[in-house]
C-alpha cells in the first residue's frame, strides 16, 4: 500500500462485502446501501491511486467486473429476502443487470478496437507527419479513459433506484433506475461505433511506415542516439538530449519503448519511437553514420547489425560501478569515455576492451556547473547531501543513507560555525527497501527540524521581503512555465501527438529561459541560511551543485559528475573497507574526504570549506578531475563533435571499401561469368544470394 489512507480504503472495500451479503440476509435495506456506498467509494479511490491491490484482484479472479456482479446479485438477494420476488420489478431488477453485463462486452470489444486501431506502428516527435499523413482527432478523451470503470459503474442508477423502491416500496423508482441504467449503457456503446469508421482512423501501418521512411530519405540523419529501457531509465537519455541538439551533424533519436517516449524531456531533435523489432529493421537507415548507445541492452542487437553506420557506447554517467565495464561493451566499434579513467578501468577489468577502441571525450552535459570560487564571503557555507539509492541488492556499500545517513545530517546541522544543509536524494530512494525509505524519512524529519530551529535562531535574519518577492515571482514563472508547457501527456492519443508534435522552437527558447530564472528565483525565496529537502524534477541536481560549497554523497556518477566544480566533497564507506581500499576499489574518491559510518570525519570537510589555506585535497581535486573528466580546453561538446566526425569518416570509407570490391567482383563476374551459386556483397555488409 501507498499510505495509510489506501489502507484503510482496501480494507473497508475488503470488509463491505460480507456486510453487503450480511445486510442482504438479514435483510437490512438501509445496512445495505451503506455498505454498497462504501465500496463503490473505496474501490474507486484505490483505483484513482493505482494501487497494487487492484492488479492483485485482477489475478484471483476478483476484477472490478466480478465486484460489480457480486454487488449487484447480493441486491438480487436483498429484494427476494424482502419478499419482492414475485414482484415484476423483481424481474426487471434481473433482466436490468443481465442485459447491462451483456452490453459490457460490445463496449470492451470496441474500446480495445479503436485503442488498437489507433495506435501507431511507429510514434515521433519533431517529424512531419501531418502534410504527409491524414490522421483524424482523436476520440473525446472521455469516452476511452477508465473505459471499464465509467461503464460499469452506470449501474448506480438501477442500484440506486432498487434500493429506493425496497425502502418506500415505490415501484416506480425501481423501474426508472433500471431503465437510466440500460439507456446510459447503451447510449454509451452507440457513442463508441462511429469511431472505428475508416475516415476517423490513422493510415494503415504499411502506409505510416513508408511515409517516415520518405521522411528519412528527405531528412538524411546522420548521428543517431538510439535508446531502450524501462520508463523509470528514461532519465538515461534525457541527459543526452542537449547534446545532441548541439551537434554538428543532423541528429535523429530513435527509442524503443512507448513509456520511455512519454517521460522524455522536451527537444528539438526529431524523434522516432519504433517498438517493433521488424519495423525498425526494415527502416532505411543507410545514410546514418554514427549510432550512440546510452545503455548496454537487448534490444541494442536490432541496430547494432546494421553494418553501414559505426556503433558507439557513451553510457549514462561516469563512475567506478561495474556498469562502467560490462563485457558486452565489445559489441561497439568504439566506447567513448569522459577522461582517461575511463580508459583505464577498462584496462584494469580486462573485459576485452582494445585500448585503440577507447576514445576520451568528456561530458558534454558538465558545462552547467560553475567552478569553485572559493568560501562565500556574505553568507554561511551550504554542504549538499546527495546520497544515491539502496540499489538491487543488500551491499551495504550501495548507499550511505542507512547506516550512516542520520549520522552525516545530525553532524552538519550541529556543525559550528554553523552550515546549511541541502539534502537531495536520489529518486528511487526507498523504492526497494523499506529500511532505506524509513531512513529517508527520518533524515527528511531533521533537516525540516532543524530549518524550524534556525528560523526561531536571532543569529539568522532573512530578507523577507525579498522572499516574498521571489516566491511572487517563482509563482509567475511556473504559470507561465505550465502555459508554455512542451511536454506531452502521457495519456494523450499517440496518434494525434505524433502528428502534432512539432516542437515551436520560439517555445522551447522561452522556457529555457524561464526555467534559468525559476531556478535564480528559487535560491532567493527562503533564507540562504535556511535547512532545505529538495525532491522532484526542479530545482536539477547540477543547480544545487552550484548552490553548494561541498557535497557528501557514495559511490556514484553524482561524485565524478561534481568534481568538475572543483569543490571539496566526501564520499562515505558504508561498507567499511578502509579509507586506503575503498580509495584503491574507487577512482572517484581518490582526492575526496572518506567519511566512516560515524561521519566524524566531517571536520576536515567543512576546515576545507571555511579555510583554503586547510584544503589539503586541493590539487589532488584539480588532478583528479583531468583524468577523471578530460581537460578543460577543447570544450567536451567540441571533443565530443570531433569524435563523431572522426568515426563518421570511418565509416564512410568503409563503406566505399564495400561499394569498391562489390563493383569489382561485378567487373569480374561480367568477364568470366559468375561461379555457380555465388553472390556479390552489397554495399550494407548482406550477401545476396
Not at 341 to 370: C, K, N, S
Not at 528 to 551: K, Q, S, W
Not at 587 to 602: D, G, K, P
Not at 665 to 674: K, L, Y
Request: net charge neutral.
Amino acid at each position: 500500500m501507498g499510505s495509510a489512507a489506501e489502507l484503510a480504503a482496501a480494507v473497508l472495500m475488503m470488509l463491505g462485502y460480507p456486510c453487503l451479503m450480511l445486510a442482504a440476509l438479514v435483510p437490512s435495506t438501509p445496512a445495505f446501501a451503506a455498505a454498497a456506498a462504501v465500496t463503490y467509494l473505496a474501490d474507486l479511490y484505490l483505483h484513482r491511486k493505482g494501487t497494487y491491490l487492484i492488479t492483485l484482484l485482477n489475478k484471483v479472479r476478483a476484477g472490478l467486473s466480478t465486484r460489480f456482479l457480486v454487488r449487484e446479485l447480493l441486491l438480487i438477494l436483498l429484494l427476494a429476502r424482502l419478499d419482492l420476488s414475485e414482484e415484476p420489478v423483481f424481474y426487471a431488477a434481473i433482466a436490468c443487470f443481465t442485459l447491462f453485463f451483456g452490453l459490457q462486452a460490445p463496449h470492451g470489444a470496441l474500446v480495445t478496437l479503436i485503442g488498437k486501431r489507433r495506435q501507431m506502428p511507429v510514434v515521433t516527435r519533431n517529424v512531419d507527419l501531418a502534410s504527409r499523413l491524414t490522421i483524424p482527432d482523436a476520440p473525446p478523451r472521455a469516452l476511452l479513459t477508465r473505459a471499464g470503470q465509467k461503464m460499469l459503474h452506470l449501474d448506480l442508477a438501477a442500484m440506486a433506484g432498487l434500493l429506493v423502491c425496497a425502502l418506500t416500496g415505490t415501484d416506480l423508482a425501481g423501474y426508472v433506475g433500471v431503465a437510466v441504467t440500460l439507456a446510459l449503457g447503451a447510449l454509451y456503446v452507440a457513442l463508441l461505433v462511429p469511431h472505428l469508421r475508416a475516415r476517423r482512423l490513422p493510415p494503415k501501418p504499411d502506409k505510416v511506415l513508408a511515409t517516415v521512411s520518405a521522411w528519412l530519405r528527405e531528412y538524411r540523419p546522420e548521428t543517431v542516439l538510439y535508446f531502450s529501457g524501462s520508463k523509470e531509465s528514461a532519465y538515461q537519455v534525457n541527459m543526452w538530449l542537449e547534446t545532441m541538439e548541439q551537434l554538428d551533424t543532423r541528429p535523429l533519436i530513435i527509442l524503443r519503448e512507448r513509456s520511455v517516449l512519454e517521460r522524455m524531456a522536451p527537444t528539438t531533435v526529431p524523434v522516432i519511437c519504433v517498438p517493433g523489432g521488424v519495423h525498425l529493421m526494415n527502416m532505411d537507415l543507410s545514410m546514418v553514420r554514427v549510432t550512440l548507445y546510452a545503455a548496454n541492452v537487448g534490444k541494442n542487437i536490432h541496430m547494432l547489425r546494421v553494418p553501414t553506420m559505426k556503433h558507439v557506447f557513451i553510457g549514462h554517467g561516469d563512475s567506478d560501478k561495474l556498469a562502467s565495464v560490462n563485457p558486452f561493451s565489445k559489441v561497439y566499434d568504439e566506447v567513448w569515455t569522459a577522461g582517461r579513467a575511463g580508459r583505464d578501468r577498462y584496462a584494469i577489468a580486462d573485459v576485452g576492451i582494445r585500448d585503440e577502441d577507447i576514445v576520451e571525450v568528456g561530458r558534454p552535459q558538465l558545462a552547467p556547473i560553475e567552478t569553485w570560487a572559493g568560501a562565500p564571503k556574505d553568507r554561511i557555507p551550504t554542504v549538499l547531501y546527495a546520497p544515491t539509492w539502496e540499489g538491487w541488492d543488500d551491499n551495504p556499500g550501495n548507499t550511505s543513507i542507512l547506516l550512516a545517513g542520520e549520522n552525516i545530517v545530525k553532524k552538519l546541522i550541529a556543525a559550528e560555525p554553523p552550515v546549511r544543509v541541502l539534502y537531495k536524494p536520489h529518486p528511487f530512494t526507498g523504492t526497494r527497501s523499506a529500511a532505506a525509505g524509513a531512513a529517508h524519512r527520518r533524515i527528511i524529519a531533521l533537516v525540516k527540524k532543524a530549518a524550524e530551529q534556525r528560523a526561531g535562531d536571532s543569529r539568522f535574519r532573512g530578507d523577507a521581503a525579498a522572499q516574498a518577492a521571489a516566491k511572487a515571482e517563482l509563482t509567475r514563472l511556473k504559470a507561465r512555465l505550465e502555459d508554455l508547457s512542451l511536454s506531452f501527456d502521457e495519456k494523450a492519443d499517440e496518434a494525434v501527438t505524433s502528428r502534432d508534435g512539432i516542437v515551436d522552437m520560439r517555445k522551447h527558447e522561452e522556457a529555457a529561459r524561464l526555467r534559468t530564472e525559476w531556478n535564480d528565483a528559487y535560491w532567493r525565496s527562503f533564507p540562504d541560511f535556511e535547512h532545505r529537502v529538495i525532491t522532484g524534477a526542479e530545482p536539477r541536481l547540477y543547480d544545487c551543485f552550484n548552490a553548494a560549497e561541498a557535497m557528501v554523497s557514495d559511490i556514484s556518477s553524482v561524485v565524478s559528475d561534481f568534481i568538475a566544480s572543483g569543490k571539496p566533497y566526501a564520499v562515505t564507506d558504508s561498507a567499511e573497507l578502509g579509507a586506503e581500499e575503498f580509495r584503491r576499489q574507487n577512482t572517484a574518491v581518490r582526492a575526496a574526504v572518506i567519511l566512516t559510518n560515524s561521519a566524524a570525519e566531517l571536520d576536515q570537510l567543512l576546515g576545507a570549506v571555511r579555510d583554503p589555506a586547510a584544503d589539503a585535497l586541493a590539487e589532488d581535486r584539480k588532478e583528479l578531475k583531468e583524468y577523471l573528466l578530460g581537460p578543460d580546453e577543447p570544450t567536451s561538446l567540441a571533443q565530443f563533435n570531433t569524435a563523431v566526425a572522426d568515426l563518421a569518416l570511418k565509416a564512410e570509407a568503409r563503406n566505399v571499401g564495400q561499394a569498391s570490391r562489390a563493383a569489382a567482383a561485378d567487373g569480374a563476374d561480367g568477364a568470366t561469368g559468375a561461379a555457380p551459386g555465388g553472390g556479390a556483397e552489397l554495399t550494407n555488409g548482406v550477401t545476396a544470394g
